[in-house]
Every structure is written in C-alpha cells, then in structure tokens.
Nanobody
Framework: QVQLVESGGGLVQAGGSLRLSCAAS????????MGWYRQVPGNQRELVAT???????IYANSVKGRFTISRDNAKNTVWLQMNSLKPEDTAVYYC?????????WGKGTLVTVSS
C-alpha cells in the first residue's frame, strides 16, 4: 500500500517561509502526478500545486510566485517551498500522488501563519 508522509508544517509569522516534504513509500516515478492540496475546516480541499514526471508544474493562482513545488525521483520525495506566507495560507496541507485513476493521500501537516 502506498504511504505518503508529510513533514515540515508549523507556526510561522506572516512573511515567513516553510518547506514541506512528502516522502513516498515507493518510487514517485510510478505516479503520473504528485501534488499538494490544502484544506481549512469547513471548506473543500483545494489544489495548491502539482508536478508531473517530466517536471512541469501547475499552481493555484493564490500561491503563484510564492510557492514552488519540486521533486527528487531518486529520493522519492516531493517538496513545497512556501515563501511570503500569508494568514490565509493557514490550512492542513496534504500530499497527493495520482496513478491513472487512483489518488493516494498523506495524513496532512498543519501550517499556521500568524498575522
């Protein structure tokens, strides 16, 4: 069974930075796409950023220019570098891996941005 383990969340002041990591239990090259989503209680989970095998990426408009997604196939790890954080970035961040029609999720890591 695929396991995705997130780390790197925490409390940071507005304007600060955090780097999230997602470690996969198997080769991430086997997945069509890796990504990060976030969810605030009471809201739907929303896409933050995704990256495909060849490295091209897509970002939500709200994070463009501030967040960067990257991957290291050899380390089976995906990162999300988050800069210039805002209070509205506060959420639980989830790692996602997609293989064909199946989505795999981590348990999430909490990011709290104070004003």
């Amino acid at each position: 069974q695929v396991q995705l383990v997130e780390s790197g969340g925490g409390l940071v002041q507005a304007g600060g930075s955090l780097r999230l990591s997602c470690a996969a239990s198997e080769s991430i090259f086997s997945f069509n796409r890796m990504g990060w989503y976030r969810q605030v209680p009471g809201n739907q989970r929303e896409l933050v950023a995704t990256i495909v095998k060849v490295g091209s990426s897509i970002y939500a408009n709200s994070v463009k220019g501030r967040f960067t997604i990257s991957r290291d196939n050899a380390k089976n790890t995906v990162w999300l570098q988050m800069n210039s954080l805002k209070p509205e970035d506060t959420a639980v961040y989830y790692c996602n891996a997609r293989r064909t029609d199946t989505d795999y999720w981590g348990k999430g890591t909490l990011v709290t941005v104070s004003s």
